[in-house]
């Protein structure tokens, strides 16, 4: 293959006599006789240097190639006498497939993250979101090897629902019907008339139909994008994101916790060791503490804390928020990462919230006053994946779901579950995004993902 090849011939421990590279010019220089251009394929952050001379038949179409024209190299790879490079290529012949213009966007100098928003299309040609892709890649393949280790099965959940999981409303609603003559009935919308019938949205969580595959074939997880119509334009929200979701039967919540903090270290581990060249970068230029938080996650047993405690921590601190600290509230992001980065100085899990902030679906403890959720907490990030287990009681869950405000009949099947052969079960999920924000040190959650969907903005 011709493309994604620098990355192998710069680990090259001999010359290897004829290549072929296919890339881009990132920059170009002349001297007398001679070219000298550094290509980039996409495969390392790393350029390879060309030398072109005035033999090639159409060096002078060579000379008028600029920053971003496309090209296909061949010739002989060999040691580089100069300095910077241990490799580079005598060209023997250049293929020229695509010129770019000098009012190609991307030359060779710093460019802001918000400029480089504007232009998503072409970002990906960058060092920094050359590597954060990269790096997305190579921790999407880790998800799905850690659970093939474990012996999880891998399943599809819909991404149309007709119920809210997270029973907030931030839905995304979905019709073919013609919004401009919406059929009425008594004033309200027809649903009728509409493709399922019934009001259908975009899906905030595969969980409730995982739970479905996890209390028959045991140990699941999904992986895939999920959708919230939250309008909140910060740091660490988008309207669509992706979510590993593991859900587990015959699980309590102590080995949930297990769980969730093994599945951490171990991406962490897998990033130090399968993207270090990447991460210099990202230590360089990003966050100069980078690998030494990251080897502390990669390293630390998680602290594990109840609610109560954190919020008896936080009151006790004499450090001012910007939210109050009382128990029945839920903690912000402020409160996690004093917790996390100030008093503990490590990751941590806190457990067994109020029932009276969480989701139908978690298990009410003992005390009838909270459930058996937990989040675990990173540095830099705060709350990177949520979980609980799941309450397996019928009439629990059934009152729960009143409490909510939410329709039985629209959730008949999960209710049902809890009839037939109903199982301790946990789960939960990690936001995708969010870790691949740990891993750089990038702080804003749309520079982590190629295209990201955000209030007032669906571009590309």
Same mark, same amino acid.
């Given at each position: 293959m011709n493309r994604n090849k620098i990355a192998s011939l710069l680990a090259s421990i001999n010359p290897i006599d004829f290549v072929c590279i296919s890339g881009w010019v990132r920059t170009r220089r002349d001297a007398k006789t001679f070219s000298f251009m550094e290509i980039n394929d996409g495969s390392c952050r790393s350029n390879i240097q060309v030398i072109a001379d005035d033999t090639?038949?159409?060096?002078?179409?060579?000379?008028?190639?600029?920053?971003?024209?496309?090209?296909?190299?061949?010739?002989?790879?060999?040691?580089? +006498?100069?300095?910077?490079?241990?490799?580079?290529?005598?060209?023997?012949? %250049?293929?020229?497939?695509?010129?770019?213009? @000098?009012?190609? +966007?991307?030359?060779?100098?710093?460019?802001?993250?918000? $400029?480089?928003?504007? %232009?998503?299309?072409?970002?990906?040609?960058? !060092?920094?979101?050359?590597?954060?892709? /990269?790096?997305?890649?190579?921790?999407?393949?880790?998800?799905?090897? $850690?659970?093939?280790?474990? &012996? $999880?099965?891998?399943?599809?959940? +819909?991404?149309?629902?007709g119920s809210d999981c997270e029973g907030a409303g931030q839905l995304f609603r979905v019709t073919s019907m013609d919004m401009e003559n919406l059929p009425k009935i008594s004033g309200e919308t027809d649903y009728q008339f509409d493709f399922f019938k019934k009001p259908a949205f975009l899906t905030v969580s595969g969980q409730l139909e995982a739970e479905m595959l996890a209390l028959a074939l045991g140990d699941v997880y999904t992986f895939g994008p999920t959708f919230r119509a939250e309008n909140s334009n910060t740091s660490r929200h988008m309207a669509e994101f992706w979510m590993v979701e593991p859900e587990m039967a015959f699980c309590d919540l102590d080995q949930n916790m297990a769980h969730a903090e093994s599945f951490i270290r171990y991406l962490v581990n897998r990033a130090l060791t399968h993207c270090a060249d990447d991460l210099e970068l990202f230590s360089a230029y990003v966050d100069k503490t980078l690998l030494t938080t990251l080897n502390k996650i990669a390293s630390s047993n998680f602290i594990r804390l109840t609610y109560t405690e954190a919020i008896d921590i936080l009151k006790n601190s004499n450090k001012i928020f910007q939210y109050d600290i009382d128990w029945g509230s839920d903690l912000q992001t402020e409160h996690e990462r004093y917790l996390c980065e100030d008093h503990f100085n490590g990751p941590l899990i806190i457990y !067994?919230?109020?029932?009276?902030?969480?989701?139908?679906?978690?298990?009410? !403890? @003992?005390?009838?006053?909270?459930?058996?959720?937990?989040?675990?907490?990173?540095? /830099?990030?705060?709350?990177?994946? &949520?979980? =609980?287990?799941?309450?397996? /009681?019928?009439?629990?869950?059934?009152? /729960?779901?009143?409490?909510?405000?939410?329709?039985? @009949?629209?959730?008949?099947?999960?209710?049902?579950?809890?009839?037939? &052969? =109903?199982?301790?079960? =946990?789960?939960?999920?990690?936001?995708?995004?969010?870790?691949?924000?740990?891993?750089?040190?990038?702080?804003? %959650?749309?520079?982590?993902? +190629?295209?990201?969907?955000?209030?007032?903005n669906i571009e590309f």
């Open positions: 090639l038949k159409n060096y002078e179409a060579v000379k008028k190639l600029s920053t971003g024209s496309a090209v296909t190299v061949f010739g002989v790879l060999r040691e580089s +006498p100069g300095k910077g490079q241990r490799w580079e290529i005598e060209a023997s012949a %250049i293929e020229i497939h695509g010129l770019a213009p @000098d009012s190609f +966007p991307l030359q060779k100098k710093r460019h802001s993250d918000e $400029f480089l928003r504007e %232009i998503c299309h072409l970002r990906p040609r960058t !060092n920094k979101y050359g590597a954060v892709f /990269r790096i997305r890649s190579a921790l999407s393949s880790a998800v799905h090897q $850690f659970f093939k280790d474990h &012996g $999880f099965f891998y399943i599809h959940t +819909p991404i149309l629902t !067994n919230y109020p029932a009276s902030i969480k989701p139908f679906y978690m298990r009410v !403890n @003992d005390d009838e006053k909270t459930v058996g959720a937990m989040d675990v907490i990173v540095p /830099r990030i705060g709350e990177i994946i &949520g979980g =609980s287990r799941r309450e397996d /009681r019928f009439d629990v869950l059934s009152e /729960r779901m009143a409490e909510a405000g939410l329709k039985q @009949d629209d959730y008949w099947w999960y209710l049902e579950s809890r009839r037939y &052969g =109903s199982v301790p079960h =946990s789960g939960y999920g990690l936001g995708f995004d969010r870790l691949i924000m740990l891993i750089t040190g990038i702080t804003n %959650i749309r520079d982590v993902i +190629p295209f990201p969907r955000t209030p007032g």
